[in-house]
């Protein structure tokens, strides 16, 4: 299969889930591509419960680019939404009935942006089941960068079907 190509009838998600999972095991449970893959590292796991990933920023990352402004640029609040919803999805997935479903982001609520994150910060975000369905569910997540709470909130998402292409 050609590269940033993926078959969604038969999704070849590890089902051992060996920790830590790194950038090339999430492309296999996710399917985002660069740039828009937000989770480096997954380092803890306990299906139907709780996970927690990492996010690096780097000065790379194009919406950081240092010739936007002449300020410290900080990362873009959406971009972190993003890396919490993506580290859920990771959670959800991992739940063996849930392994041909795509999980679509559906809401978000009582998020709170606590502080700005920065190039060279590691992001580490935890998310939490809260409410969890057969099609339907509720995750709470952190995003901390030493220790503080930079991001927090309620993730709402309901379980597709993978297109098949």
């Keep these: 299969m050609p590269v940033g190509t993926r078959n969604y009838t038969e999704p070849d998600v590890d089902t051992s889930l060996n920790l830590p999972l790194d950038y090339a095991a999430i492309q296999r449970i996710l399917p985002h591509r660069y ?24 000065f790379s990352e194009r919406y950081l680019s240092p010739e936007r402004n002449s300020e410290r640029v900080a990362l873009p609040p959406t971009i972190l939404t993003e890396a919490i919803a993506q580290v859920g999805a990771i959670l959800i997935l991992s739940k063996a009935e849930n392994r041909d479903r795509l999980p679509l982001f559906t809401g978000i609520e009582r998020v709170r942006f606590r502080g700005p994150v920065f190039p060279g910060d590691v992001v580490v975000i935890e998310v939490k089941v ?31 079907t993978r297109p098949s292409l």
Excluded: C, Q, W, Y
């Design 35 to 58: 740039p828009f893959l937000f989770v480096d590292r997954i380092t803890e796991l306990e299906p139907d419960k709780r996970i927690v990933g990492i996010k690096n920023v780097s």
């Design 130 to 160: 809260k409410r969890l369905r057969s099609r339907m569910g509720v995750l709470t997540g952190h995003a901390r960068v030493d220790g503080r709470v930079v991001a927090h909130g309620e993730m709402t998402f309901a379980l597709g």
